[in-house]
C-alpha cells in the first residue's frame, strides 16, 4: 500500500533550521523542501529549471523560501545561490544535494559528451555544492549534508554507466567528506533510493526509454510490491536532517522496497 505524503505528523523538527535543496522544481527534490519546510525550516530552493512553485508552495505553508535558478556544475551559480540565502536567512544549516541527470545509452555507443554530462551534474555538482556550502558550514562549526545517491551505484542497470559510475561517486565522496568534516560538527550522508515514481521515470517512459511493461515488472519483484515516492525519500531525508540521527554520518540508506536483498528474479 503507498503511503499518502500527509501520513506522517509534523512536529516541527527542522524548526529554526535553514536548508538549500537543488533540483527542487520537481520531484524528490521538490518533496524533500516541501517535507522540510512543514517540519519547520525555511528554504533556498536552487534548481536550472523554474522552481516557483516550489516556493511559492513552501510560502503557502507558512515557512520562507527563495528561489534561485543556477547550474550545480558552475561553481559561481553555487556561490550566487549561498549568497542570497544568507542574505535572506542568515546561514544555511542543510544542504541536499539533489539535483541529477540520466542518460540511458549502451556503454559501446555513450559519446563524451553524455558521459561528462552525467558526470558533471550528478558528481561534480555534488562535490562543488558541498565544497562552497562546506566552507559556510565549517566557519559556523555546524551543518548537515545530504547526498542523494542511487540504488544503481550497487546493483547496476544495463544502459546506465555513466549514471551508476556518477552515484556510486556520490556515495565515495559523502565517505570522505563525513570523515574530513567530522571536527567541525558537519554530518554528511546519503540517501540511495530505489525505483521511484517520478517526472524523471514518466519521461523516460514516454520516451520509450523504459517501457510501461519494464515498470510493471520491476514493482512486481519489489518484496515490498510497489515503487517508491518521493515521499518514502523525503520521510528518510528529514530524519537525516534532524536531530534524531545526532550520531549518523558517513552513512547511505538505501531506500528501495528489498530490492538488493532479493536474490530470485
Known amino acids: 500500500m503507498e503511503r499518502h505524503p500527509s501520513s506522517c505528523s509534523h512536529s516541527g523538527r527542522l524548526s529554526g533550521k535553514v536548508a538549500l535543496v537543488t533540483g527542487a522544481s520537481r520531484?524528490?527534490?521538490k518533496v524533500i523542501a516541501l517535507g522540510f519546510a512543514k517540519e519547520g525550516a525555511d528554504v533556498a530552493v536552487m534548481d536550472i529549471l523554474d522552481a516557483s512553485e516550489t516556493v511559492g508552495d513552501i510560502n503557502k505553508s507558512?515557512?520562507?523560501a527563495i528561489g534561485?535558478?543556477?547550474?550545480?556544475?558552475k561553481r559561481v551559480d553555487i556561490e550566487e545561490a549561498v549568497q542570497l540565502a544568507v542574505k535572506k536567512f542568515g546561514k544555511i544549516d542543510v544542504l541536499v544535494n539533489n539535483a541529477?541527470?540520466?542518460t540511458v545509452r549502451p556503454a559501446e555507443e555513450m559519446t563524451e559528451d553524455e558521459w561528462d554530462r552525467d558526470m558533471d551534474v550528478n558528481l561534480k555538482g555534488s562535490f562543488l555544492c558541498s565544497q562552497v556550502i562546506g566552507k559556510a558550514m565549517i566557519k559556523q562549526q555546524r551543518g548537515n549534508i545530504i547526498n542523494i545517491a542511487s540504488m544503481v551505484a550497487k546493483a547496476v542497470l544495463?544502459?546506465?554507466?555513466?549514471?551508476?559510475a556518477s552515484k556510486a561517486g556520490v556515495i565515495a565522496l559523502t565517505k570522505v567528506l563525513a570523515v574530513e568534516w567530522a571536527k567541525y560538527n558537519i554530518r554528511v550522508n546519503a540517501i540511495a533510493p530505489g525505483f521511484v515514481k517520478t517526472e524523471?521515470?514518466?519521461?523516460?517512459?514516454?520516451?520509450?526509454l523504459r517501457s510501461k511493461e519494464e515498470m510493471e515488472m520491476i514493482e512486481k519483484r519489489t518484496p515490498l510490491g510497489r515503487l517508491g515516492t518521493p515521499q518514502d525519500v523525503s520521510d528518510v531525508a528529514l530524519f537525516l536532517?534532524?536531530?534524531d540521527s545526532a550520531f549518523v554520518t558517513g552513512q547511505t540508506v538505501f531506500v528501495e522496497g528489498g530490492w538488493l536483498s532479493y536474490g530470485y528474479v
Do not use: F, N, Q, W
Open 62 to 64: 507558512g515557512r520562507e
Open 241 to 243: 536532517a534532524s536531530d
Open 158 to 164: 544495463p544502459g546506465h554507466i555513466a549514471y551508476c
Open 27 to 29: 520531484g524528490i527534490g
Open 200 to 208: 524523471l521515470v514518466a519521461d523516460l517512459v514516454k520516451k520509450g
Open 68 to 73: 534561485v535558478k543556477g547550474d550545480v556544475t
Open 100 to 102: 541529477g541527470v540520466v
